[in-house]
């Protein structure tokens, strides 16, 4: 038997007893489409080639392995910002601790009542996006979610929101598995900012598809905390139309493990993609961004920004992917990164790929890895700055160019102030 | 080369690179074949085939075993299918495994007694006439006075190496040059100890048919100490249809020594594909210094894609000395489909690698083509310098891998690729996987024409020139002693090459 076999098999087997949650006529169409293409693809192993650097069993196996849940005594994140709060609970809804779920120019529900109608214009969103995104390369644990998530948010914004809608993730179990599932769509000209935070529960598996229309902008600030043995995976779907504009950032600490794909296609002209990201990892850590970025249009533009810090034997992982198709002239695409390993047992593993399809183009990436440069650290100490005070001083100058991608100056320091929170936290 | 003068250029790609590229992806000059009897084993593959070819080379027994071996994981082993190539499935039941011109039966003994066919080809080849002789097989001939510079050569045509030339004068310094299978029949020892050593029976689908089915290629032994006193050549000439040729090149530099070794290869035009698969070893011991360099030129296929060679080479150099060094040169004109990685693994402490390449595609030519650099030793370094242009419809793809192990402290990569795209309707594209385990080492990995060393940038600045200037001026420069460094076989290519510019490249 051939390795496609093997797994099909192996998903086969994983699937058994597992059956898809009831909901309306979309829904079912929608979860069953999924299903099929999981059967078909099989469930990620390592001889896969986008999981040569990241082990996907303790994503795929049927129990998910226990996380306890860590309280650092820090003040919530985003606590001053004026926002919409939408809390889940190990991955469910909690409409207690949750703020009223209206605001003008938009309208959001939860995907369990969305589901459950026959009839919801997020049958045009739902795990469409995500099949789209299973081409070159195939991401099974998407097509597991849209076939298997009963909760999320499905949010239709029609007009400018300056209030952004905070997505809370609390973690209460130590072996809640959970699966959540947001749709958002934007319509020509409107705009939106998503925050998320929060470990969400001891396995989180999570998607989000953005259809972001003509003109429209979507702003995305994360933060994926805190508890040690936390394991995530998640897709962000985004399909950006003329002159629109989506923005990404990610600040990743601790967790045992996380994959966090970023799937983004830009099909209308002069559209603009930005997905950053800044990890932090020490000890039993793995953080993995993996992303695609498809060039569709003419005169867009891209930019792909991770910096990784990395010690005691953590290991960061990047593949990152620009692919022009034939006629997208003009395009401008970027990509760079990199790791600062601060010690001789952490790795950095990276796979930074063009694929381009059109003569009048500009794309280029960069990556390197290196350890703290030892020549500004003397420069700082002679300064009379103390070695630890002085390699965070290093680390937070390293990764500024990813937070620096962040448009909102608020958020902006709202991220810096944890990261430094994080470090003061880890002196020696 | 219809396709290139059609083409809309985009402004901003400097004109005597179109040139250039028009020129090399011009008319096969190579394309014409050799009328000759020839000799072949049946179709097809089988133990038996195996064996013939074993026994036409008059092998030991050992080396039999060795071969059927290979035959047998071969059986078990899939074609891989993860480069971005895309062609039809190979049969490799209608090939045939072995060809040898009839005249080559018996080694000739004077002029008059080679096949005036056989010297026609080399003449038209462009070997030079003194060589020819030797290389037509004619015992003696190495007395005669040689002209101008002396390159050695060993031209394998077909299945088989029909001459070796200067032997007396490499023997004298004790460099052993032979083709393989006189290697295996004269140094068995060598051979034993180390073939296979780089490369395994097993490494990949294409080395292990080779390892079941190579009929011959060269042999090379540099001695301690020694200076090889001349470049070494192995001339590749595929002329017989349906015929794949699988040639083993083994080269070994023993502690301290230095060599520089020159390969080509050309085949007639055909409507219907041909196979290579080739494996080269290079052992590198302490303090030696290996430089391989390649123009690789089969027969590209016509304008419609149709014919060409499909060219799956492994080659690799093992570092195993401390201050060990390998240079791999290779400039990629021909061929339909090209799957090619000159390897080096960095064993030695403060060993090196480079990487220097350039691959063109046109027409409905495929390149999936790079490098991988192993590094384990200690402060060992590693440069890659990569240049991939297509026309037509071609698609040229870097693939390369840089590992820093653990112990690797201290180590070195530096890695730029640049892509130049002819026209709209082919691609490039760039496939690096980084892997750092170690934080003393610093890897580098860049592909724009904007990010070249600071440090030069600057200084190229700061004596007036501007950016675009100083940016030209660094990497084509670098590229063009590269390419001026290739031996005079090469030098129209070269030539030709230089006239590339990076301007309006993409990563």
């Known amino acids: ?428 | 080369m219809a396709a290139i003068d059609q083409t809309q250029v985009k402004e901003g790609v400097d004109q005597e690179t179109v040139d250039a590229v028009r020129e090399v992806g011009g008319k096969y000059k190579y394309g014409w074949e050799t009328e000759i009897e020839m000799e072949y084993a049946p179709k097809g593959l089988t133990e038996d085939i195996v064996r013939l070819i074993s026994d036409k080379n008059d092998e030991p027994e050992w080396m039999t075993e060795w071969r059927l071996e290979a035959y047998k994981r071969w059986l078990t082993k899939e074609e891989p299918d993860w480069a971005m190539l895309d062609y039809p499935e190979v049969d490799f039941q209608d090939q045939y495994y072995y060809a040898r011109p009839k005249s080559m039966e018996e080694k000739p003994k004077s002029l008059d007694e080679v096949d005036p066919k056989l010297l026609a080809t080399y003449e038209k080849l462009g070997i030079p006439l003194k060589e020819q002789m030797i290389l037509a097989g004619v015992e003696g001939a190495e007395d005669a006075p040689a002209e101008g510079r002396k390159v050695a050569v060993d031209a394998v045509f077909d299945s088989v190496s029909v001459g070796t030339t200067f032997q007396k004068e490499l023997a004298d310094a004790g460099v052993i040059f032979c083709s393989i299978s006189e290697a295996i029949r004269e140094h068995p020892e060598l051979v034993k100890k180390y073939l296979g050593s780089v490369v395994p029976v097993s490494d990949n689908f294409y080395a292990t048919l080779n390892s079941a089915v190579f009929s011959d290629g060269s042999f090379v032994y540099v001695p301690p100490g020694v200076r090889c006193p001349m470049e070494l050549s192995t001339y590749f000439r595929i002329n017989a249809e349906n015929t794949g040729q699988f040639e083993r090149t083994l080269i070994i530099a023993d502690k301290g020594s230095y060599v520089s070794y020159l390969e080509g290869c050309t085949a007639p035009q055909r409507d219907t594909s041909q196979l290579h698969a080739a494996v080269v070893e290079i052992v590198i011991e302490e303090d030696a210094e290996v430089k391989y360099s390649t123009v690789q030129n089969w027969y590209p296929g016509d304008e419609n894609g149709k014919g060409g060679i499909y060219n799956f080479v492994t080659k690799r150099a093992d570092c195993r000395g401390d201050r060990a060094k390998i240079m791999w040169t290779q400039v990629e004109t021909g061929s339909a489909v090209t799957w090619k990685y000159p390897s080096c693994i960095l064993r030695g402490d403060d060993s090196q690698g480079e990487f220097y390449s350039i691959a063109i595609t046109n027409h409905h030519q495929q390149a999936d083509t790079g490098t991988k650099m192993i590094h384990l030793g200690k402060n060992s370094k590693s440069r890659i310098v990569s240049k991939g242009i297509s026309a037509g419809v071609a698609q040229n793809t870097y693939r390369g891998q840089v590992s820093m192990h653990p112990k690797a402290k201290n180590s070195r990569n530096y890695t730029q690729c640049d892509s130049l795209l002819i026209g709209d309707k082919c691609g490039a594209h760039t496939v690096p996987y980084i892997e750092v385990r170690n934080n003393s080492s610093r890897v580098e990995h860049e592909a724009t024409t904007s990010k070249v060393d600071d440090e030069q940038m600057f200084y190229c600045r700061q004596r007036g020139m501007g950016e675009e200037e100083a940016v030209a001026l660094i990497v084509n420069g670098f590229a063009k002693e590269v390419l001026q460094a290739l031996p005079m076989e090469f030098a129209m290519e070269a030539q030709q090459l230089v006239a590339i510019s990076l301007e309006g490249s993409v990563g």
């Open chain 1, 1 to 428: 038997m051939n390795a496609v076999a093997k797994k099909i098999e192996a998903t086969t087997a994983r699937l058994e007893g597992m059956s898809l949650p009831a909901g309306g006529k979309w829904a079912t169409e929608a979860r069953e489409a999924a299903l099929t293409r999981l059967r078909t693809m099989g469930l990620p192993d390592r001889r896969d080639e986008y999981w040569k650097y990241t082990r996907p069993d303790t994503l795929t196996q049927t129990d998910a392995p226990e996380a306890s849940v860590l309280d650092t005594g820090e003040a919530p994140l985003f606590d001053g910002f004026d926002r919409l709060k939408v809390v889940f609970v190990d991955g469910v809804f909690d409409a207690e601790q949750s703020d009223d779920l209206s605001g003008e120019g938009l309208n959001i529900e939860r995907l369990a009542d969305v589901a459950a109608k026959d009839i919801h214009w997020a049958r045009d969103v739902y795990g469409v996006l995500e099949n789209n995104g299973q081409s070159p390369v195939e991401r099974p644990l998407a097509a597991l979610n849209s076939a298997f998530a009963t909760d999320g948010v499905v949010i239709h914004v029609t007009g400018k929101v300056s209030r952004p809608v905070n997505l809370i993730y609390r973690h209460k179990s130590d072996s809640s598995d959970a699966i959540l599932h947001h749709v958002i769509k934007l319509d020509a000209g409107a705009e939106l900012t998503v925050l998320e935070n929060g470990p969400a529960a001891a396995r989180f598996n999570k998607s989000m598809e953005v259809d972001v229309a003509d003109g429209a902008a979507f702003h995305h600030v994360r933060a994926q905390g805190r508890d040690h043995e936390r394991r995530a995976v998640t897709h962000i779907f985004g399909r950006l139309g003329t002159e629109s504009v989506f923005k990404s950032f990610t600040l990743t600490v601790n967790g045992r493990l996380t994959r966090n794909e970023a799937i983004l296609e830009l099909t209308g002209d002069d559209a603009v993609a930005h997905v950053a990201g800044a990890c932090l990892g020490d000890g039993d850590f793995h953080h993995d961004d993996t992303v695609f970025v498809t060039h569709d249009a003419v005169n867009c533009e891209s930019r792909q920004v991770f910096k990784k810090v990395l010690r005691n034997g953590a290991t960061g992982v990047f593949q990152g992917k620009i692919l022009v198709q034939p006629g997208a002239q003009k395009t401008d695409g970027y990509q760079i990164s990199q790791s600062l390993l601060l010690d001789e047992d952490s790795q950095f593993l990276a796979k930074p790929e063009l694929e381009i399809y059109a003569d009048d183009v500009a794309c280029s990436h960069g990556s390197t890895s290196g350890a703290i440069d030892e020549e500004a650290l003397f420069y700082l100490r002679a300064r009379g700055v103390p070695k630890d005070i002085a390699t965070d001083l290093m680390v937070l100058s390293f990764v500024a160019e990813a937070v620096d991608e962040i448009e909102n100056e608020d958020l902006r320091d709202e991220m810096l102030a944890r990261l430094e929170g994080w470090l003061e936290r880890r002196r020696d």
